[in-house]
């Protein structure tokens, strides 16, 4: 959960059914020993909590309204006692809350100040925000060393994760609010329908679906439960019709001894029959075995020589070994600028790893000048495939089920440690008055919504910058200034944001904000059409009514009396020459 680990909120849902008094004030820090009886079987629970998870729960409780109403006022009575025992999520919590002004005005330096015990304790999540903080000078003092710092922390516990696991959160695919086309059940209703097929696929005797399918079950993800079994046997599937990517994954399971004895005898041979076919994964693994000695005597030369070529080959995780090779000076000499380059090469395909270490390196000045801000991106990009990202999908499922107050709180969350995608979506829940009067007037919300919409606009996102635009424009949360609204569009446009660049030329057609200038207001119409075909009919609209003030300039600017007097004297001279025509016929 995003608040709190999974077992908390079981443990919640297990008081809430055991049952408390009104008040909440049952002596839980003893333990409990309750009895739930349902229908003839009867479950025992013997919970045993610290007193300050007792408080932090009780506080989470009233905060969110589970159970109870929303209290704000409770919720940080609770936190303050859990705090005061040197609970670093209570101290998360009220730094939230003092720093969106829940149950009080908005107090930032306190907010900051719970934020930095709360870090100093290990928190992960005030770690990230006040690295965002001090990465943006957002209520603090602007500091990139000090944001490179504190995101690095972050970062290191992500790739610690990675490794320990293999699972990578490199991409993740958060659904931004303003433009989702469908519905994420939608979307997994199709998934499952893909999968389906692809298990159909792989029990029919399709290797690439049999590989396919045993990677979901060997990692799990995407509906697929975690079943090592059920990989072995899709992998033996392939590899019986020699495919080389169900070889490799074959060898890879006896190299590990996943589901099956560690052989690495028979993982060479696998990873020795998948090469020859050209598999760069099973390249690397060869490289590494003959690198360390698995199963063959080391030998440096031709690992290297195998890494390399499952490097050239296009494998990441080759590219990260040489460059870790590079980057420590083990086995080789220490080469900065060759580890820099193969991290690189990895980073382009996505690796975790490679993210960090380059990160690393322009933070320290490794094989490259140093570059603090380059360093901090970098970070921040590792820090948010934290499991904390996880906040976001949580948020949307509360989206889904329209309890938009609960998707709001935790969208406001991830936008406080800097996920732009919270930022953005909050802004758009507020924006829309979805959770009517949520900071107590209409007013207020709309200052709020603009206030996370300038926080992703601060990221480069276009639709917010977009949508600044608008607030200005319209005197939204803020005074209408045309000026201001032209500075976000141009912003907006700069981004290729077609609905921006045709209000530039909106604005320039009617002089608002911007110079009136009706050649500038085509060329964005123009552009902003270039930029999205789909806006023909708006812009074919616009184009006809600017067509129409071309000609209003053109008749204004037109001497209507020089060129009646023209037509004066060509009438005059024509009346000449038909009278002397006429004498000389007589």
């Given at each position: 959960m995003s608040r709190f680990i999974l077992v908390w909120m079981m443990i919640f849902g297990i008081l809430s059914i055991l049952g408390q008094s009104d008040d909440g004030g049952n002596d839980l820090s003893e333990g409990l020993e309750e009895t739930l009886v349902e229908g003839e079987e009867v479950f025992e629970f013997e919970i045993e909590l610290a007193p300050d998870d007792i408080l932090v729960i009780e506080g989470f409780k009233y905060e969110d309204g589970e159970g109870v109403d929303r209290n704000y006022t409770m919720a940080i009575k609770y936190y303050n006692e859990s705090a005061a025992l040197g609970n670093d999520e209570a101290m998360y919590a009220l730094g939230f809350l003092y720093g969106t002004g829940k149950g009080g005005?908005?107090?930032?330096?306190?907010?900051?100040?719970?934020?930095?015990?709360?870090?100093?304790?290990?928190?992960?999540?005030?770690?990230?925000?006040?690295?965002?903080?001090?990465?943006?000078?957002?209520?603090?003092?602007?500091?990139?060393?000090?944001?490179?710092?504190?995101?690095?922390?972050?970062?290191?516990?992500?790739?610690?994760?990675?490794?320990?696991?293999?699972?990578?959160?490199?991409?993740?695919?958060?659904?931004?609010?303003?433009?989702?086309?469908?519905?994420?059940?939608?979307?997994?209703?199709?998934?499952?329908?893909?999968?389906?097929?692809?298990?159909?696929?792989?029990?029919?005797?399709?290797?690439?679906?049999?590989?396919?399918?045993?990677?979901?079950?060997?990692?799990?993800?995407?509906?697929?439960?975690?079943?090592?079994?059920?990989?072995?046997?899709?992998?033996?599937?392939?590899?019986?019709?020699?495919?080389?990517?169900?070889?490799?994954?074959?060898?890879?399971?006896?190299?590990?001894?996943?589901?099956?004895?560690?052989?690495?005898?028979?993982?060479?041979?696998?990873?020795?029959?998948?090469?020859?076919?050209?598999?760069?994964?099973?390249?690397?693994?060869?490289?590494?075995?003959h690198l360390h000695g698995y199963g063959v005597p080391p030998n440096l030369e031709t690992g290297m020589k195998l890494l390399k070529l499952a490097a050239d080959m296009g494998s990441p995780e080759a590219q990260v070994d040489l460059a870790d090779l590079y980057y420590d000076g083990v086995k080789v000499k220490l080469d900065y600028t060759e580890a820099y380059n193969y991290y690189t090469k990895a980073m382009a395909q996505g690796h975790l790893t490679a993210l960090y270490k380059l990160a690393v390196m322009h933070h320290y000045g490794l094989g490259t000048v140093p570059h603090c801000q380059m360093a901090v991106q970098l970070y921040k990009r590792v820090a948010e495939r934290s499991s904390w990202g996880e906040i976001l999908h949580e948020a949307y499922e509360f989206y889904e089920q329209g309890d938009y107050e609960r998707s709001l709180r935790r969208y406001e969350e991830a936008a406080e440690m800097g996920f732009e995608v919270g930022q953005s979506n909050a802004g758009f829940i507020l924006d829309n008055n979805l959770v009517p009067k949520y900071y107590n007037n209409r007013s207020r919300d709309l200052e709020m919504a603009l206030e996370y919409y300038r926080d992703s606009a601060e990221q480069k996102n276009p639709g917010s910058l977009l949508k600044i635009g608008d607030y200005y424009y319209e005197g939204m949360g803020a005074e209408v200034n045309f000026e201001k609204a032209a500075k976000y569009y141009q912003a907006a446009s700069e981004l290729r944001s077609a609905q921006a660049t045709f209000n530039l030329g909106y604005m320039h057609q009617l002089g608002l904000g911007l110079p009136k200038d009706l050649h500038l207001a085509k060329r964005n119409y123009d552009m902003a059409y270039s930029m999205d075909g789909d806006a023909w009919l708006a812009v074919g609209l616009a184009l006809a009514y600017l067509a129409t003030d071309f000609m209003s300039e053109w008749v204004a600017w037109v001497a209507w009396d020089s060129i009646l007097l023209c037509i004066l004297f060509v009438l005059l001279i024509g009346a000449l020459i038909v009278r002397n025509r006429l004498v000389h016929h007589i």
């Open positions: 005005p908005v107090n930032r330096p306190l907010s900051n100040l719970y934020h930095a015990f709360a870090a100093q304790g290990g928190n992960i999540k005030s770690t990230m925000t006040l690295a965002y903080k001090l990465m943006m000078g957002h209520a603090l003092v602007k500091s990139c060393p000090k944001a490179a710092q504190r995101y690095e922390i972050v970062a290191a516990s992500v790739v610690h994760e990675f490794e320990e696991t293999g699972i990578m959160r490199f991409k993740e695919d958060y659904v931004r609010l303003s433009t989702q086309a469908e519905s994420v059940r939608d979307k997994e209703k199709e998934q499952e329908e893909i999968i389906q097929y692809y298990t159909d696929s792989a029990e029919t005797g399709d290797p690439a679906a049999q590989v396919t399918v045993g990677t979901l079950h060997l990692y799990g993800g995407y509906g697929v439960q975690q079943d090592d079994a059920e990989a072995l046997r899709f992998f033996r599937m392939a590899a019986a019709q020699q495919d080389p990517s169900g070889t490799w994954m074959l060898g890879h399971m006896y190299l590990h001894g996943i589901n099956v004895t560690q052989d690495n005898t028979t993982a060479l041979k696998l990873f020795r029959s998948a090469a020859d076919k050209g598999h760069p994964q099973a390249n690397r693994e060869l490289g590494w075995m």
